[in-house]
């Protein structure tokens, strides 16, 4: 986990979808990359809500750079998948790890 706001830029990386990524964890407290029918996003979407945590949501689905978004979060986080979930421009990680920060109390002490 981390800060991941660096300006490195691996060749099959586009920077258009890069500076998308890097402003949009920038904009908000809690920003959550996932795909409107993944229930991995589901699950991740539910441990903020029980929280009653504000979270800016960005579907992928649908979205012309969809493929390019998911390389740059590949290449910030080492996996692709959704969710990738944000809080403070920092990766924690997907819908289990959400969870299981929810359940042990981690992820209220993170958004304190």
């Known amino acids: 986990m981390g800060s991941l706001l660096s300006s490195s830029n691996s060749g099959n990386i586009d920077p258009m979808a890069q500076q ?30 029980k929280l009653n945590q504000d979270y800016l949501t960005i579907e992928l689905d649908g979205r012309p750079d969809c493929q390019a978004i998911q390389n ?33 109390g981690q992820l209220e002490k993170m958004l304190a």
């Open 72 to 104: 740059v979060l590949g290449e910030m986080t080492g996996a692709k998948t959704v969710p990738r979930v944000f809080i403070d421009g920092n990766f924690i990680g997907g819908g289990d790890d959400c969870k299981r920060l929810y359940e042990n």
């Open 20 to 49: 998308f990524v890097r402003e949009t964890i920038e904009s908000d407290r809690v920003v959550i990359f996932s795909k409107s029918y993944c229930p991995y996003c589901t699950t991740a979407k539910k441990q903020f809500k």
